[in-house]
């Protein structure tokens, strides 16, 4: 599961990884966001959505996204 | 009125909490975070701390403690909850407060006195308040129906809103205003050792609200 920031939200963290980024010579960088991912072993991925509504992501405030491998 | 104060692994808050309770009511007692057992309870206090260590969200993973179990049944029924700093976490991550708090704007954890505007009658009250995820942030249209209905409770004077919740907010209340969350933390503040004693007007408040 990628969960991230909602868009518009401001990202406090993706910006101060945007503004380091110039130091360290990465030119040409923009709209960082920082979110996170979630690794699981599921018997039944149907349940995963329902899984990130109620605990892995906060609806109100970021956006998560299910890959499976 | 006899105060409950919860207590999560993790919770830092809890004496002080217990104390202010103390100072403001008739008893209170510390209720362990696998406890349901409210009986007897006029009113709840969810302090401050990191709850379960605040991992993955703030609040994310108490709220599906049986204590808050017990508190989500409390406030259905009128009960007087107030949630303070990663209580306040708690009871939005609970859905019984609306809103989230999010990581500070500048990122930093801070920690200082503020002064609080009581939306109310626009009292100006000092309370201390230590948070690293305080920023207050509902969606716009949240924010309007909030304003509408006085369920903003605090604001930050101007100047003191040092962590970029939108609105100036530092706390909310449910519909009903039974259920109170603000960042600050009015427990450090009933004992004039420590400066102020404005933080027992925060427990008034919401012992009025259920009067």
């Known amino acids: ?69 | 009125m006899i105060w409950a104060v919860l207590h999560f692994p993790g919770s830092c808050d809890e004496r002080d909490a217990l104390h202010a309770c103390e100072a403001h009511g008739d008893g209170a007692q510390l209720i362990w975070h696998e406890s349901r057992d409210l009986d007897g309870v006029d009113g709840v206090v969810v302090p401050g701390g990191f709850s379960y260590g605040d991992y993955l969200r703030a609040g994310a993973i108490a709220r599906f403690s049986p204590a808050m179990e017990a508190v989500a049944e409390a406030a259905a029924g009128g009960a007087p909850v107030l949630g303070i700093c990663n209580g306040f976490q708690v009871l939005c991550e609970a859905g019984l407060l609306p809103g989230a708090l999010l990581r500070n704007v500048e990122l930093r954890f801070r920690c200082h006195q503020v002064d609080l505007v009581d939306e109310r009658d626009g009292a100006l009250l000092s309370i201390p308040a230590k948070h690293g995820e305080g920023r207050y942030y509902a969606p716009e249209a949240m924010l309007d129906d909030l304003e509408a209905n006085g369920q903003i409770a605090y604001r930050y004077a101007e100047g003191h809103n040092s962590n970029g919740s939108a609105r100036d907010i530092a706390g909310v209340t449910n519909e009903r205003g039974n259920v109170l969350g603000l960042m600050p933390h009015p427990e450090h503040a009933v004992d004039p050792l420590t400066g102020s004693t404005d933080g027992l007007r925060v427990f008034d408040r919401l012992a009025q609200a259920v009067a």
Not at chain 1, 10 to 25: F, M, N
């Open chain 1, 1 to 69: 599961m990628l969960i991230r920031p909602k868009e518009g939200i401001l990202d406090p963290q993706g910006k101060a990884v945007e503004r380091a980024l110039p130091a360290l010579g990465f030119e040409g960088i923009e709209q960082v966001h920082v979110g996170r991912m979630v690794e699981l072993e599921a018997e039944d991925p149907e349940r995963l959505g329902e899984l990130c509504e109620k605990l892995l992501a906060n609806p109100l405030i970021e956006d998560y996204e299910i890959q499976t491998l």
